[in-house]
Every structure is written in structure tokens, then in C-alpha cells.
């Protein structure tokens, strides 16, 4: 199989990372990536559809890499470097419900990255990968809208020029920490 942060292959899978200059407006890297996300829920959805179609080993492969290295990145920028700087603006309890959603979402990733695995490797995924799939889809994609139309504007709103530098420079050093 091969590992987890292997290049993209001709799977039709193939979604570019984000540029990182994109850093330099934090908010536009982190909706960006939402974007991208976006996109490779549809992969997944594919995946968990037809898990022995040809593509399905490489596009296994991609998500394999975005759900273990790629997204856990993005959620510790949120959860470590974003929310703090908005917990005192958060009037609508949005932050918990975000926190409570990631949290969800790690329990299906790790059933998903499993069943990824085998596939990858050719194999077939254990009975329950396709419902974690698309559980996983349903849950992300709300969770997504909900960051775009509520927090998205919050911290537009209420994060000024200094902690915007401050956000910025706590994802990119997150970023030069990754091998």
C-alpha cells in the first residue's frame, strides 16, 4: 500500500493543496480549505459507493492523507488558534457546538481511515465503513455551512489587524512543524 502521504496519483482524487501565501488572510486559507474539503467529501461519498472501482485505490489514498494529516492541521487551527480569539464574541454557544462536532468527527474518521486502508491495499472495508462514510459527509458538509455562515462573519467582524498577523503566524508555524 502506499503510505499515507504519498503523492497524489491519477485516481481523479487529485485536489491541490492550498497555496500558503493564501496564510497571509487566514480567513480566506481557512475557507479555502473548506472549499477543498467540500470536494473531497464527494471522493469520499464515491468511495464508500463503490469501494472496488478502479479509481477507488487512489482516491483511497488522497482521502487517507486529508483525514489523518491534512484535517486534523485545519481543526487545531480552529480549535487552538481561531476559537480562543472568539470565545469572548460567542453570545450563541457556536464555538461548543463546533468543538462537539469535531469531536464527532474524529470518532467516524477513525472507522473511515480503516476501512480506507484496506481499500488502498486492494481489499475490501469492514461492514460499517460505507454509513461512517456518509455519516461523516452529512455531518462535515453541515459543519462546513455552519463555519462559512456564522463563524466565518464573526471573525470578520470582531478579530482586527493584530490578532489576524497573530492567527497567521500560528498556522504557518503549525505548518513548518509538519514533516
Known sequence: MPPDDAPPTASGADVA????????????????????????LGH???VAREPQARAARGIAVVLLRWLTRELPLHVADEERSLYPRLAAFDEAGVLDELREEHRRDRRLIADIASGLRRIARGGVPEPGFAEAAREFVAGHRKHLAHEETVLTPLARRWLGPEAMAALAAEMVARRQQQP
Open 17 to 40: 493543496p492550498i497555496q500558503a501565501a493564501l496564510l497571509d488572510d487566514p480567513l480566506a486559507f481557512l475557507s479555502a480549505e473548506h472549499a477543498r474539503q467540500t470536494a473531497l
Open 44 to 46: 469520499l461519498e464515491r
